[in-house]
């Protein structure tokens, strides 16, 4: 299993949403959920350095939408947060 996280029926069974997983690390107040939710975004991006809209469960390889703004902005966002409240989990 590549990630876990929640998707939707638009984009078929098995594919998870990254901003479901962005979310979670929004709403996290535990450093180790935050610090796992940004290992699993990165280790979901295909190697691109891109938020995806959706990426398979079982194959990271495997996406929609190479590049989702939506997605891209909510990671900005997420980053810049916490860069300003825990940055120890950035650098």
Do not use: Y
Not at 26 to 53: F, P, V
Not at 73 to 82: A, D, M, P, T, Y
Request: charged share 20%; net charge negative.
């Amino acid at each position: 299993v590549a990630g876990s996280g929640i998707g939707g029926p638009h984009i078929g069974l098995n594919m998870i949403w990254p901003m479901s997983i962005i979310m979670r690390a929004l709403t996290s107040q535990d450093d180790g959920e935050i610090r796992q939710c940004l290992e699993l975004l990165k280790a979901t991006s295909a190697g691109t350095g891109l938020m995806h809209e959706s990426f398979n469960k079982d194959d990271v390889g495997s996406f929609t939408r190479p590049w989702f703004a939506w997605a891209n902005s909510l990671f900005g966002e997420l980053i810049l947060k916490i860069a300003e409240e825990r940055p120890s989990l950035l650098f």
